[in-house]
């Protein structure tokens, strides 16, 4: 199996950090219910769910999703982790964990690792599936209040051009026929300037001030656009059709669990105690001249950092 020059030093930060997490006895006990053996590695046993642990955080399946242990993605990570261990019982064997950047970098590992047991613990263990049925209801009310609009493009760059591009369909030509003829926008030109369906509040300002109460069949334009002098022609329009809560509940677990954290954040700030020393450095390097010694100085207090904002469900 080849890897790639970015991939590897990936790997040996991972490996290090299985090398500190992965000493003592092996054993055969799966680390979960239902958990199976899928591969060994010298005394070593690779579960399902080390595969599983791997491609969620890599952001190749989410959370709650299944992979499947026949799929080609499961075997191609199973790879990965393979590799992992290698790179880790080598580096172990050459004493490489022994040093102390060694031992800061695996603490820090540590601590991630830690840190996401604890959100695994606390956060993702409070979202219940009647949070979700909530804000999927939410989302489906304010989906049916919403329009979607298929439309087609062609983009001219004067407005001498595009004044000439409706003369022509005034005539009855075939606007997919004029926009792969005329139209510059070559995202859209080969396939008759089709746009698909949108919703006026995810469209560019002009475009949607220029469809704004357009009935379906109509040709809107020419208006001034960042690219160029448009033409649009209204294919459909229909209410918005939102997803299943299936295909939704991902993204609404990703919501929760944002929110989760940023509330957990929160409070866990709200009774430490954080000093953060380089603003202190950075308001001496700005004192003028005529400022007494650093020592007679009184240091401001220094604000906690706010926590990460979630970002807002769509």
Known sequence: MRL???????????????????????TDRPPQAGDRAVATVQDQTIWASDVKREAVAQGLVGEGEPLDVTSDL????????????????????????????????????????????????????????????TIYQEQVRQARTSEEIRTRLILSRTRAEADAVVGILAQGAVFEAVAMERSVDEATRFSGG??????????????????????AGSTV??????????VLRVEDRRRETPPTLEQ?????????????????????????????????DAARSQE???????AEAQPAPVAPAAPPVAPKAS
């Open 248 to 280: 939704a509940r991902p993204q609404i677990v990703r919501y929760l669990t944002y929110e989760g954290v940023r509330q957990l954040l929160e409070d866990l700030r709200g009774k430490a105690e954080i000093d953060v020393l380089l603003a202190r």
């Open 4 to 26: 790639s020059s970015t991939f590897v030093p990936v790997l040996v930060a991972m490996g290090l950090a299985l090398a500190a997490c992965g000493r003592g006895p092996s």
């Open 74 to 133: 499961f075997r191609r990570v199973l790879d990965e982790v393979i590799d992992q261990k290698l790179l880790a019982k080598e580096a172990e064997r050459r004493g490489l964990d022994n040093s102390a950047l060694a031992q800061r970098r695996l603490a820090a590992t540590r601590e991630r690792i830690l840190g996401d047991m604890l959100v695994e613990t606390v956060v993702n263990g409070s979202i219940s599936d009647r949070a979700v049925e």
């Open 288 to 294: 003028p001249a005529s400022a007494p010694p650093a």
């Open 221 to 230: 334009g020419p208006f001034q656009t960042e690219g160029g002098w448009a």
């Open 194 to 215: 089709d746009l698909g369906y949108s919703t006026l509040d995810v469209m560019p300002e002009a475009y949607a001030n220029a469809l704004l109460g357009k009935a």
